[in-house]
């Protein structure tokens, strides 16, 4: 932290900016990537062909100026001396502005790295040899279940990075996470009919995922995906499992976040419930146990939980530290960067629908005649519209409208009838949420980017058809 | 008016004697199938955004080093975001799993200057942008957010030092109320400009127009769209990768895809000349390769992984998006070779058809080989050539199935399509050099 203040002062003296930031950042990241060409089973983990690479980054980021003049400027390695920003001057600041939060009392009191840190645990070699042994597993398990399977595309990531921020207006902040991410892709034939399925896992740490449930996971997208089209689908009730909920929250994201998406959430609602009364959406980036958790945000800002939608009705909205008070709202540490070369932007970082208390089993087992949608269908449509046209016209938000492809089975009284390839599930966004009728006990969380949870959902009131 | 910007290129990446992490590399190398290389790579984007953005000027560097290992068809890679003789013995060690690999005492290894920052002539992007919208006798509101990128990569392959690489481009993103154009651009002077501006006029003229849903009959691809489309369905198609999905690589040589009117050559030789390349991401001088020979496959895109489980293929098409990224094999530069029939031509007998100026998305899937691309607009052909505008437009079909229905090759070929290709999350600038083409009896998938 010397050291940043240290080169604060000198980035202020020589290019002569009322305010500047600097943020630093480290991380290791071990990847391992399978060839799909050549996966046959294998009895060992050592035999599988697979690319390992072990990348160290490191790089910082600047941002000074004032009222008039700004400049961003991003750099790899480690952070200049003090004497080592010779090329910066007064005109490096070009037309632009910079404003930087003020620090909060909160502050230094919550700058202790999150508990997801915890990247160090292993020594690389036994990280790497775990590593090799999880994409076996997955891969052996796999062939048990769906021996037509075929790997296009398997990669694991697992790793940890740690951050530090100062400015010269006192803020001050450190943050670390550790994850572990999975992306595996499978195609399989079945009588002619030929189907994929593409997953994305993540878990603060590699010794959390399980190879046996997301063998489990693909085997059974797999199947649904290469079933023949049922004659009909019931439209009348339709479960979403927890990973197809992940994707509708995350197509609301607009809605849920800053000062625009707070007016479009209160006109959807326009005088009435946005939903049932036991819906809450919530985002918070100091979710205990969270891949994203930290105490402040990547401006330094802390960060708390966000009840978006409390009770079935808008509740607060998402706000960056300079819309505080807006509407006599209070801010949250909101503004992430993807990277050390990006500028903090207002995101999610855990959006969620609280889980309900209804068990998960039981809602889907509950259905009388419907669907139960699994995930996202492979290359399928996924998409929300909140403007009815690109003229550039106004939109208005009852217009608002989504569409997803998806996978599922068609239900009846418990009993599953026949798989479903290929579902679309369209409506308003106003019937998405309005049409809620029981929220599960599973919640789930995905990666998005960020992370993004979802239960187990009964919905109603939307359409429903086959496709392809 | 012409870029008078100076292009002379920088000073080379490594100051210091290329030999020394080359000899250093050498003492790593185990006899038998082991081969080592180091890729020393640069980058620098300065990024110019619209009057009302906070930080309008950013500038991002980065440079770093990554030493990778091949033995027995399995690779090691080990990088990291600094230029350095310790860094790069720490690589070294990392892919080697022993300490002091390369000895006591790392090489010296130095870095020239990064090269003068020249913001004026991208300041100068958009009063020039601004000024060919005009020239079409148009005029709207637009955000315009300017990019110029740099590379400079130095790859060593032990014992050899390939020649250092530079590539200098732009990429434009353009918001107006109707929608967001990008694509990539060699240079932003006036004629790279203009064409910008010929296709925002054409998405001004069918806003708001609903999607053109009727069944295609004779199509008429510009330039651009025909290098998209042959991105997707040639290029994409014969990279060594997506061939190895579905069956051996080599075995595609000799298929016929497309009729006899059909030649489309990679050449990273001949891409714009700030983008030239002479050798390729692992250190391999690249070839001007035919992938399709009067519609027939001659040679598919390959990386030395591929050549060494594909002897009859040439190494020589490796890129990576960074360090941080091991290479495969992709696409630089497109060239489908110009036919005998003039432009007029290939509308006269296109009447009733639809033309389309450029596609803004395109995607292959690799294992069923169907094909999506996605244009924003396109117009009518009338007697007198392109008339009415159109909503947006999508293609879908087969790959084999769009080759197929090329029946003719206009003999103005023009450079356009140039956009950067995301295959893998890679994201790769491309470029191309097409004329017109004309598409009939196209199959639709589902």
């Known amino acids: 932290m010397r050291s940043l203040r240290l080169a604060l002062g000198a980035v202020r003296e020589r290019s002569g900016a009322s305010g500047a930031e600097l943020y630093v950042k480290v991380g290791n990241t071990r990847r391992i990537e399978i060839d799909p060409w050549t996966t046959p089973a294998l009895t060992d983990p050592a035999d599988l062909q697979a690319q390992v690479s072990v990348l160290d980054e490191r790089g910082w980021a600047l941002r000074a100026g004032g009222a008039s003049r700004a400049l961003f400027l991003a750099d790899s390695g480690p952070l200049p001396r003090p004497n080592g920003w010779s090329r910066l001057n007064r005109h490096s600041l070009r037309p632009g502005t910079l404003r930087l939060p003020a620090p909060s009392s909160e502050m230094t009191s919550r700058t202790a790295p999150s508990p997801a840190a915890g990247g160090g645990e292993h020594p690389p070699a036994d990280e790497e040899t775990a590593g090799l042994t999880f994409l076996h597993e997955v891969l052996r398990r796999l062939g048990e279940r769906a021996p037509e399977a075929r790997l296009i595309r398997g990669r694991l990531d697992s790793g940890a990075s740690a951050a530090v921020l100062a400015s010269t207006t006192g803020v001050t902040g450190r943050t670390a996470r550790s994850l572990a991410t999975v992306e595996l892709d499978f195609a399989a034939s079945r009588d002619g009919r030929h189907g994929h399925c593409r997953l994305y896992r993540a878990a603060s740490n590699l010794h959390l995922l399980s190879a046996d449930s997301i063998a489990s996971e693909i085997a059974e997208r797999l199947t649904m995906a290469t079933a023949p089209a049922p004659p009909f689908l019931p439209a009348g009730e339709v479960v979403v499992s927890p990973a197809l909920g992940c994707n509708l929250l995350a197509l609301l994201a607009p809605l849920l976040r800053g000062r625009d998406g707070w007016r479009r959430l209160r006109q959807l609602g326009a005088g009435s419930p946005l939903g049932p009364p036991r819906l809450q959406i919530v985002d918070d980036g100091g979710l205990d146990a969270g891949w994203m958790s930290a105490a402040v945000d990547d401006e330094g800002v802390p960060t708390r939980a966000v009840a978006l939608v409390r009770d079935g009705e808008p509740g607060e909205p998402l706000l960056s530290w300079e819309d505080d008070g807006w509407s006599g709202f209070a801010a949250a540490g909101c503004r992430r960067r993807s990277g050390w070369r990006a500028l903090p932007e207002l995101c999610h970082s855990h959006l969620y629908i609280a889980g309900g208390s209804e068990p998960a089993e039981s809602i889907r087992t509950g259905i009388v005649h419907g669907c139960y949608l699994v995930d996202r269908a492979h290359d399928g449509r996924c998409l929300a519209t909140f403007e009815p046209s690109t003229n550039g016209g106004p939109g208005r938000l009852d217009e608002g409208r989504f569409e997803v492809e998806a996978i599922g089975q068609v239900v009846r009284r418990g009993a599953v009838l026949g798989e479903a390839p290929k579902v679309r599930l369209t409506g308003s966004v106003r019937q998405l949420l309005q049409g809620i009728r029981a929220i599960g006990d599973d919640l789930r969380f995905l990666p998005a980017p960020g992370a993004v949870g979802a239960p187990t959902l009964l919905l109603t009131g939307l359409q429903v058809e086959a496709v392809g | ?446």
């Open chain 2, 1 to 446: 008016m012409r870029s008078n910007a100076n292009r002379a290129e920088p000073r080379p990446l490594l100051t210091s004697d290329a030999a020394a992490p080359a000899d250093a590399l050498s003492r790593l190398v185990v006899p038998g199938d082991q081969q080592l290389e180091a890729f020393f790579e640069r980058l620098e984007t300065v990024e110019l955004l619209p009057r009302s953005a906070p930080n309008r000027v950013r500038l991002r560097r980065e440079q770093g080093v990554g030493v990778r290992k091949i033995e027995n068809g399995k690779s090691r890679l080990a990088a990291t975001d600094t230029i350095s003789g310790p860094a790069f013995a720490a690589c070294c060690d990392r892919v080697a799993g022993t300490t002091r690999s390369i000895g006591a005492a790392p090489p010296r290894i130095r870095t020239g200057s990064w090269p003068a920052l020249r913001l004026a002539e991208i300041e100068q992007a958009e009063a020039r942008l601004t000024r060919a919208v005009n020239r079409r006798r148009v005029g709207f509101p637009m955000e315009i957010t300017a990019r110029r990128h740099r590379r400079q990569v130095q790859v060593i392959r032990s014992p050899i030092a390939a020649p250092p690489q530079f590539e200098e481009y732009f990429s434009l993103q353009v918001t107006t109320p109707w929608g967001v154009w990008g694509g990539l651009l060699p240079s932003l002077a006036d004629e790279d400009l203009d064409p910008v501006a010929l296709c925002l006029a054409d998405r001004l003229r069918s806003r708001g127009l609903p999607p053109h849903r009727r069944a295609p009959g004779v199509i008429v691809l510009g330039p651009n769209a025909a290098a998209v489309l042959l991105h997707e369905v040639v290029a994409h198609a014969l990279e060594a990768d997506t061939l190895g999905l579905s069956g051996a690589p080599d075995q595609v040589v000799g298929l016929k895809l497309g009729g006899p009117e059909l030649d489309v050559v990679d050449d990273p030789r001949s891409a714009p000349s700030a983008c030239k390349r002479s050798s390729d991401d692992e250190g391999t001088a690249v070839v001007s390769r035919w992938l399709l020979r009067r519609g027939r496959v001659r040679q598919p895109l390959a990386d030395l992984a591929w050549a060494e489980r594909c002897p009859s293929m040439i190494p020589g098409a490796a890129r990576r998006a960074s360090r941080h990224r091991l290479p495969g094999p992709r696409t630089s530069h497109l060239e489908l070779l110009p036919g005998t029939i003039p432009e007029r031509e290939l509308f006269a007998e296109a009447v009733g058809g639809l033309y389309i100026r450029e596609f803004e998305r395109g995607n292959l899937d690799p294992f069923d080989g169907r094909c999506v691309l996605r244009a924003p607009c396109g117009r009518l052909i009338g007697a007198s050539g392109p008339v009415d505008h159109t909503g947006p437009i999508e293609i879908r079909s087969r790959a084999v199935d769009l080759l197929a229905s090329v029946t003719a090759v206009g003999d103005r070929p023009l450079a356009g399509g140039a956009g950067w290709c995301a295959k893998d999350g890679a994201l790769l600038p491309v470029w191309a050099r097409c004329p017109s083409i004309r598409l009939e009896g196209l199959q639709v998938a589902d």
